[in-house]
């Protein structure tokens, strides 16, 4: 799978996941997850390569507990580190 697609399906697992996603011009900062008044959100930086982009996104998700439930292909699962739940 292109970089790029499996930066499209770990954005689509986020918003599912309920946050907001923001793309930023954020000068190569790197962007990242936050809470702002109960609601989160994801704010990717559109200076950053797809590659690191898919990074940035990888992080949030390594840190959301629900990603352990949700149905992954094996790409998106292999690179969070996730194991299949029976």
Known sequence: MHTVDLLDEALALVA???YQI???WLGG???GDCEIKGRKWLFIDLAL???EQLDVVLDTLRRE???W???LNSQL???L???KIA
């Open 16 to 18: 599912s996941l309920g």
């Open 22 to 24: 923001r793309h930023e």
């Open 29 to 31: 900062d790197g962007g």
């Open 49 to 51: 390569s797809p590659s």
């Open 65 to 67: 507990p629900r990603v």
């Open 69 to 71: 439930h949700a149905e």
């Open 77 to 79: 699962r292999h690179r």
């Open 81 to 83: 580190g996730v194991r």
